[in-house]
């Protein structure tokens, strides 16, 4: 897994001293926390001090074009209302972003999201969205 850490509202220590926000970082409501992308098991997962507070279950289409397909947005109850599964969209997008791959969301929250931050998740074409749904017809297992 890889992780990046997730501060949450309070400015980040500026190396140099002094407070200043890191770029790229989020900055809601969740609690410090790491952002990990268990890619083989399909899972980004939110952990702070070593306990999850949520996960997106997701899987990699390959055609016809290389897409993540968010399906689940899972937060423990205990940290529901802290901003974990906006900051898990939001990584989720980053990653794609960084990797040069689209997001074919088919998890209702992930829609609903990037609708709401059209800046940070681009719109899937339709065909990407059709195939994402075609692979999980074909394996609900994907599901």
């Not at 969740?30 to 990990?36: F, K, N, P």
């Not at 990584?91 to 040069?100: D, K, M, P, S, T």
């Not at 998740?121 to 599901?143: H, M, S, Y």
């Amino acid at each position: 897994m890889t992780g990046r850490p997730v501060p949450s509202g309070r400015a980040a220590p500026h190396p140099a001293g002094g407070d200043s926000r890191r770029p790229g970082w989020h900055t809601g409501r969740m609690t410090d926390s790491v952002i990990a992308d268990d890619r083989p098991n399909g899972r980004l997962e939110a952990r702070a001090d070593g306990e999850l507070l949520g996960h997106i279950q997701y899987f990699v289409l390959d055609e016809p074009a290389p897409a993540l397909v968010p399906v689940h947005t899972v937060v423990e109850p205990a940290h529901e209302g802290k901003g974990v599964a906006g900051s898990l969209a939001r990584e989720l997008y980053a990653i794609a972003a960084r990797e040069g791959l689209a997001v074919a969301p088919l998890c209702p929250y992930v829609v609903r999201w990037a609708a709401k931050h059209p800046d940070e998740a681009p719109a899937a074409p339709q065909d990407l969205l059709d195939a994402a749904k075609a692979a999980v017809a074909a394996d609900p297992g994907k599901w």
